[in-house]
């Protein structure tokens, strides 16, 4: 292929048929012009590509348009017209095709010149897509062109859903609302996208709009206080809005460890289940038999051993067990209840609040996290049976359910996250799990997410895994990550029939969190 969209050489040679055959001849000009010709030429039979579309199932289809003008967009919505027909699809693949033309014959300047002869190549689009909405019935060489707004705004008013969760815009229908389907978050879901692409924000707004929308219980495991004041509503919100937000967040439970009374974040050692409790003071029921039986004895009392219990006991294991909570530095904890009444555990289950956030974030050290953690995911699963709806949210979950966990209770907080993923549907555990960094998190959590939340990925090593994980997604959609705005992401799964690419819109509270100020760039 000559480079012809390349400027004409200063000098060249051009063959030339003549009746005595064929002359090099020293011809720069009308070189030029022939290169000029030979684009006016294939730009017209590249603009003259219709836009057509074929399909042999009537549910997929293939298409080809030109380049001039290209108005199709990956991802984004069309009509394809033959006759009366007519039937809504949605573009979800998208390239640039060399397609080899016949030969061209651009008779030169010359008048003993037979001309130029060349054969075109030309640029075209073609592409792939779903039918959405249409009678089943192949097609062939139909019309296609994008879909307008309205078109697109119709064909959401079709869709039969019973809740839809008006969570932003369709990205490529700007105006076009994006309804979530209420009813999808019945299914485990995924939400990831690099660090500052919006993941926090918008998982804000999903609990914000099923706050308001259904009557799912949110439990939310918040490591960096973001939704520490998730029922503070924005000043300028509408006030209709703001007036049925509160009544719906009105019982929503904040536990922190700097809170005082009922919404300190607090447990007690007898709620935990035996193997943390076990974790936690490191011990083995068999090389530490004395003391794990010791252990075994207090916590029936649910508490930790005491001076004077070590005191009051001549059993072996008193003192050595005491010794070691101490020597732990576990008896000092601030996330002990003492002598409070209640515990964050128990406000889980306690169903006149609309939802617990547990600030996580609240606590001053990893190990408190992550004990916290456990404790939470190990009493849901405990008491599984209980069949009580409930969105078990993880944000930043590669700290939660890591990949490869670095100590006993990030183990078993792992293997709590990973048999909740795996058998938590059938008894009403519902999870939304948060990362920028989907390859630390549990492999077998991500396995089980049947809905794909997926905002801006920088990491060609994390697309390629978002695509190996989600092969139900098409992965040109996925290939987009990379372009999404901040607030943009793609949606799949049963929250969305189509993948669709949207934009998030704005909360409704308050964000909690703690950006760090950008006041030192400017020097002052
Ligand atoms: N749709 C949006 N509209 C306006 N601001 C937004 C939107 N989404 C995110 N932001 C802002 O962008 C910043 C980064 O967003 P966010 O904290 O949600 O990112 P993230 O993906 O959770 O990052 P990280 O992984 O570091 O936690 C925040 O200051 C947030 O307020
Ligand atoms: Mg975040």
Known sequence: ?????????????????????????????????????????????????????????????????????????????????????????????????????????????????????????LRLARGEGAVIEGDGAPFHDAILRPATAEEVRAWTGRLRRKAVLDVGELALAPGVPCGLDAGGFDRHTFLCGQSGSGKTYSLGVVLE????????????????????????????????TADAYRAATASIAVHSAQATGEHRLRIRLGEIGAATQAALLRLDPIADADEHAELTRLLEEGRMPTAEDVEASDRPGARALQQRAHNLGITELGVWAREQPGSTLAALHDESNRGVVVDLGSLPTPEEQSLVAEAVLGELWRRREERRPVLLVIDEAHNVCPAAPENPILALATEHA??????????????????????????????????????????????????????????RLVDQAPAFRLGEALVAGKLSPNPSLLRFGSRISEEGGSDIPATWAGGG
């Open 1 to 121: 292929m000559p480079a012809l969209s390349t400027r004409a050489p200063a000098r060249a040679t051009l063959a030339v048929m003549t009746a005595a055959g064929i002359e090099q001849r020293d011809d720069a000009d009308a070189i030029a012009r022939g290169l000029e010709r030979f684009r006016a030429v294939r730009r017209s039979l590249e603009e003259a590509v219709l836009p057509l579309a074929t399909s042999l199932d009537g549910r997929r289809f293939t298409f080809q348009a030109s380049l001039h003008g290209l108005e199709l967009q990956l991802g984004g919505y069309v009509v394809i017209e033959q006759g009366e027909r007519s039937e809504f699809g949605q573009v979800l693949d998208l390239s640039l095709e060399h397609a080899s033309g016949t030969e061209l014959d651009l008779p030169s300047d010359d008048p003993g010149s037979l001309g130029l002869k060349t054969g075109v190549t």
């Open 418 to 475: 990973v048999r909740i993923a795996a058998e938590g549907r059938k008894f009403g555990l519902y999870m939304l799990v948060s990362t920028q960094r989907p390859q630390k998190v549990h492999e077998n959590v991500i396995t089980q997410c049947d809905n794909l939340l997926l905002m801006r990925l920088n990491s060609a090593a994390d697309a390629r895994f978002a695509q190996s994980v989600f092969s139900f997604v098409p992965p």
């Open 209 to 240: 709009r099923l706050l308001l929308s259904t009557g799912l219980r949110i439990i939310v495991l918040d490591p960096n206080s973001d939704f520490a004041r998730i029922a503070s509503v924005r000043d300028g919100t509408d006030p209709a």
